[in-house]
């Protein structure tokens, strides 16, 4: 009821200073591609954070957005053991990122923090603004202008919360959806187990070794997993916990489809990144007002990755698309709010939202405000206060900006 009553003016909510101070604070967290003008060059990049996570400028690239994941899954970052265990195998050869959060609480939001650079909304979705989101840049719409073919794969229903019109809006040229699946396989509440999504990718990558060649586009897709969400129905029994169990189904998932991904001749040109759309369902209860309600993976790996390693800068969903383009020598100017996490030269922070708070993460400092009761919730780290002012500009200029759509 609260969305509903804030679906209109966008303009007039979290007005929390004049207009000139919003605009100030808000350089001061873009990334340079995004504030470069004629006037003002942008601050180049060293050479070993250009260009360097990728052995090839064009590789097939593969994102994995999984179903509620987070952090404390992953025995790498600190989480349970003997759960994602294929994801924390698989960090050791690939790119781990060790500081990295949900811009969200919900799907809708993390989906287009992830896929078009951004942030999620604390009163609203504009997912559900077919209207604004044409308006929004996309990495699919980005990849499609520089040769490449985009395929999603969702296992449930594309239609629900306006996806189907978002991803056809993002440039997404073919959606595969439960209804591309038989009858006999919409078993889960949310549609087809993602074991069998999983097959039906790995099955149009082997159909495209026939035409691979000098001639074949480079291609870009996406793979939305759904059964580690309730009620954890799952095809798969290895641990007594439920909701554990069906993320380690998924995890056990996508470990089957990398290794047999791995004997195919695509694999040296893949870079495939995993990154959850939030943190859901474990820990169980946790407070919507904690740091820890945030903190998922990204990790890139495949045989177009260089060379583990691992990359501590803060950041958060809706800076991957301007740290992938700039990976592929793609311009990033129209992802206002997205920055390159390997560009010394940008802002890193972590900016997230839930009804009706926000939060702001750094190195010194960690901020959430409930902008409900009008008081700060958490403020940690050696700078207390510092990104309270940077969060609210940021949020204030976030609604001016939705409100222009």
């Not at 919409?186 to 060649?213: E, M, Y």
């Not at 946790?286 to 990790?299: A, G, K, M």
């Not at 920055?339 to 400092?365: C, I, Q, R, W, Y």
Request: net charge negative; hydrophobic share 40%; proline share 6%.
């Amino acid at each position: 009821m609260e969305s509903l009553a804030k679906q209109k003016d966008f303009g007039k909510q979290y007005r929390f200073m004049n207009a000139a101070e919003a605009d100030s604070l808000f350089k001061t967290l873009l990334d340079p591609a995004v504030l470069h003008t004629e006037a003002t060059p942008p601050l180049l990049q060293s050479e070993d954070s250009l260009h360097a996570l990728f052995t090839t400028q064009r590789p097939d690239i593969l994102f994995v957005i999984l179903e509620s994941f987070s952090s404390k899954l992953m025995t790498v970052l600190g989480g349970e053991p003997n759960v994602a265990v294929h994801l924390d195998s698989l960090s050791k050869e690939g790119i781990l990122f060790t500081n990295f959060y949900a811009n969200s609480f919900r799907t809708d939001r993390g989906l287009v923090a992830i896929l078009s650079g951004y942030p999620a909304q604390p009163t609203t979705s504009i997912m559900k603004y077919p209207r604004k989101t044409q308006s929004i840049p996309s990495i699919a719409g980005s990849l499609k202008k520089a040769g490449y073919e985009t395929r999603y794969y969702y296992g449930g229903d594309a239609d629900f919360t306006n996806m189907r019109s978002y991803l056809v809006s993002s440039e997404f040229e073919s959606i595969v959806s439960d209804r591309d699946f038989p009858v006999a396989e919409r078993l889960s509440k949310w549609g087809v187990h993602d074991h069998l999504v999983f097959a039906r990718l790995l099955n149009d990558i082997q159909q495209q070794s026939a035409t691979t060649g000098s001639g074949r586009k480079p291609f870009f897709r996406v793979l939305q997993t759904s059964s580690s969400h309730e009620p954890f129905e799952v095809p798969y029994r290895r641990l007594e916990n439920n909701r554990l169990n069906a993320f380690a189904y998924t995890d056990s998932c996508l470990g089957d489809f990398v290794h047999r991904f791995r004997q195919l001749p695509q694999w040296d040109s893949t870079v495939i990144v995993f990154v959850p759309d939030h943190l859901g369902a474990y820990p169980e209860h946790i407070d919507n007002l904690s740091v820890e309600r945030y903190q998922i993976p990204l990790l890139m790996v495949g045989g177009a990755v260089s060379k583990p390693r691992r990359i501590g800068v803060y950041g958060s969903q809706q800076d991957i698309a301007a740290t992938l383009l700039a990976q592929l020598a793609l311009p990033h100017d129209e992802f206002t709010f997205s920055k390159d996490l390997l560009n010394p030269a940008a802002p890193h922070f972590a900016f997230f939202t839930v009804p009706d708070a926000f939060g702001m993460v750094t190195e010194d400092n960690r901020v959430i405000f409930d902008c409900q009761a009008g008081k700060t919730a958490v403020d940690e780290g050696v700078s207390e206060g510092k990104n309270l002012p940077l969060g609210k500009a940021y949020l204030q200029k976030l609604y001016d900006d939705i409100a222009k759509r």
